[in-house]
């Protein structure tokens, strides 16, 4: 069973980078054909998918995100990461990091999210 497990600051100053890992557990991030998407829901409002890294390692980016994130692993550590730049108090939400065999937020396995907030 995979397991995801999202970590980071829960509070972030605007015009600062937010920077979350997400930590997989029972499979590993290099098994081919899964997706492993970062996703994240403001409060009041719909899921949003915001990127993905695949098992060879290519990124996949929301265009409207896309000028301000970077998604990153560490394949020794079995990890991914989402770099949000010049975060805004828009950018407060719950972020997921999911596991799926294609991008977007349908996904087959998801972290138990963390509360990111940007205050005003």
């Known amino acids: 069973q995979v397991q995801l497990q999202e970590s980071g600051p829960r509070l972030v100053k605007p015009s600062q980078t937010l920077s979350l890992t997400c930590t997989v557990s029972?499979?590993?991030?290099?098994?081919?054909?899964?997706?492993w998407n970062w996703i994240r829901q403001p409060p009041g409002r719909g899921q949003e998918w915001m990127g993905a890294?695949?098992?060879?390692?290519?990124?996949y980016y929301s265009p409207s995100l896309k000028s301000r994130t970077s998604i990153s692993r560490d394949t020794s550590k079995n990890q991914f990461t989402l770099q949000l730049r010049s975060v805004t108090p828009e950018d407060t939400a719950t972020y997921y990091c999911?596991?799926?065999?294609?991008?977007?937020?349908?996904?087959?396995?998801w972290g138990q999210g963390t509360q990111v907030t940007v205050p005003s």
């Open positions: 999911a596991l799926g065999d294609a991008l977007g937020t349908q996904n087959d396995y």
């Open positions: 029972g499979g590993s991030i290099t098994t081919n054909t899964n997706y």
């Open positions: 890294i695949d098992y060879s390692g290519s990124t």
